[in-house]
């Protein structure tokens, strides 16, 4: 089974960075790609960052150019740097491994407790 734990969330102001922690553990052999998920309060969870086996990355419009995603060699520490940060940046922050069929990102490891990121103007 794998567990992720994710870290490195907090309150910032608007125009600050911050860099998400995503540390991995049991076997990850089935998975050869990672995502970062957010969910503001009372919406609905979305895909922000996705990271394929050949690390090709791809973002959601509205964070491309200010987020990076990037993981280590041993694809147990996965990273979201993010720059520039917006108030409606804030949510609660979560990692996946999955695996990409065509252009399509499919989280198959379950959900970690997430980090909450709050931005204030």
């Known amino acids: 089974q794998v567990k992720m734990v994710e870290s490195g969330g907090g309150l910032v102001q608007a125009g600050e960075s911050l860099t998400l922690t995503c540390r991995v553990s049991?076997?990850?052999?089935?998975?050869?790609?990672a995502g970062w998920y957010r969910q503001p309060l009372g919406k609905e969870r979305e895909l922000v960052a996705t990271?394929?086996?050949?690390?090709?990355?791809n973002y959601l419009d509205s964070v491309k150019g200010r987020f990076t995603i990037s993981r280590d060699n041993s694809k147990t520490t996965v990273w979201l740097q993010m720059n520039s940060l917006k108030p409606d940046d804030t949510a609660v922050y979560y990692c996946?491994?999955?695996?990409?069929?065509?252009?399509?990102?499919?989280?198959?490891?379950?959900w970690g407790q997430g980090t909450q990121v709050t931005v204030s103007s």
């Open positions: 049991g076997s990850i052999v089935s998975f050869n790609a």
């Open positions: 996946t491994l999955g695996t990409f069929i065509g252009r399509q990102y499919y989280p198959s490891s379950g």
């Open positions: 990271i394929s086996a050949g690390d090709n990355t």
